[in-house]
């Protein structure tokens, strides 16, 4: 082969690639990320099986073996920077830990969800949020006590209740109608927070975070908003891309 036809970017996402390890069922994140990806970037995917014990030394030894196998599967397409996109499969503490061990597997810059929620409002200067989830009582605690340990107050959260009967129940995150995604941030804003936070990448939001923005007179942040904001700044790219809420124009 010439080498001079090797001389050029590569055609698609000659800016950046944006390499995301999704749970098995998750179908919005794609959706959304390649509704906001600028022009040249684009996002290549691979599914894992979902991690519901980040705790336990048994937990934590299973989420990793499968981190260092999914990890090493996405590695070969060249992306410029690596994204667990999950967020409370990623809610360990510290924050970088897991990224810190994807980059280690592979030698490529590596995020998670979870540390992207904290380093999107720490970059906006938050400090108090209110969280709605759908999740289950449980797991919107887990979420309380991560938030807490990084140092941000949690006004209130409230969780539609989604995964109380088994984790079958995550499938159906995705159909949750952005109505009822407003109702919750709506019921579960308060005067005290700083933002409403409205997690798991499996939870339709684009469509409703200005609009609440406009209505809350605050930043909406969602788990797919944060994990692709600090994906793109990660991989050198610093567009403002607009019709996504405010963090989307912050550099």
């Not at 979870?114 to 409002?121: E, G, K, N, T």
């Amino acid at each position: 082969m010439p080498d001079s036809l090797l001389d050029h970017p590569t055609v698609y996402g000659s800016r950046a690639k944006l390499g995301v390890i999704i749970p098995p069922t998750n179908s919005a994140n794609e959706a959304e990320w390649w509704r906001l990806v600028p022009a040249d970037v684009t996002v290549h995917s691979v599914r894992m099986p979902l991690h519901t014990d980040t705790r336990s030394e048994a937990g934590k030894k299973a989420l990793l073996n499968d981190i260092r196998r999914y990890c090493s599967d996405l590695a070969q397409v060249g992306p410029d920077v690596l994204v667990y996109g999950c967020t409370a499969g990623s809610m360990v503490s510290p924050p970088a830990k897991l990224a810190d061990a994807m980059a280690a597997f592979t030698g490529l810059p590596s995020i998670t969800t979870a540390q992207s929620i904290v380093q999107a409002l720490r970059a906006l200067g938050l400090s108090t949020v209110s969280v709605g989830t759908p999740y289950h009582d449980l797991l919107n605690e887990h979420e309380r006590q991560f938030l807490e340990g990084e140092g941000f107050r949690v006004a209130r959260i409230e969780g539609l209740g989604y995964g109380s009967a088994g984790p079958e129940e995550y499938r159906n995150i995705a159909r949750i109608t952005p109505d009822a995604v407003q109702a919750l941030a709506q019921r579960v804003n308060s005067p005290e927070a700083d933002a409403v936070l409205l997690t798991c990448t499996d939870l339709a939001t684009l469509e409703i975070i200005e609009p609440l923005e406009l209505a809350l007179d605050k930043p909406v942040i969602s788990s797919n908003t944060a994990t692709f904001w600090h994906a793109l700044r990660t991989a050198g790219v610093s567009d403002a891309i607009a019709g996504a809420g405010r963090l989307l124009t912050w550099y």
